[in-house]
């Protein structure tokens, strides 16, 4: 799986952004798929995925402000990011493996070549 990440940028506090990752390969359905990020000096950082039986996870840190979102058909991923604050400044990642209910990054194989995301305040 190959997987393309695009749609960072530079926002103010309480903005909203979009990322997509397109994905190719075979047989996307049966991947866990989803974004982690990483500030500078801190680690890789756990933010959603949705898992091949449908189900979604988020970081308490993202939870009713980040949606993601996922089109087996078309081989992409979404993350809709809402209030955006400081902290979520970081290089966000998209990634899949072959896992269920994973929120480790060493669960995940395949990786994205990571958008930066920058929230001014």
């Known amino acids: 799986v190959q997987l393309q990440a695009s749609g960072g940028g530079l926002v103010q506090a309480g903005g909203s952004l979009a990322l997509s990752c397109a994905a190719s390969?075979?047989?996307?359905?049966?991947?866990?798929v989803g974004w982690f990020r990483q500030a500078p000096g801190k680690e890789r950082e756990f933010v959603a995925a949705?898992?091949?039986?449908?189900?979604?996870t988020y970081a308490d840190s993202v939870e009713g402000r980040f949606t993601i979102s996922r089109d087996n058909i078309k081989n992409t991923l979404s993350l809709q990011m809402n209030d955006l604050k400081p902290e979520d400044t970081a290089v966000y990642y998209c990634?899949?493996?072959?896992?269920?209910?994973?929120?480790?990054?060493?669960?995940?194989?395949?990786w994205g070549q990571g958008t930066q995301v920058t929230v001014s305040s």
């Open positions: 949705t898992y091949s039986d449908g189900s979604i």
């Open positions: 990634t899949a493996g072959r896992c269920s209910g994973c929120k480790d990054w060493r669960s995940y194989a395949y």
């Open positions: 390969g075979r047989a996307f359905s049966i991947y866990a």
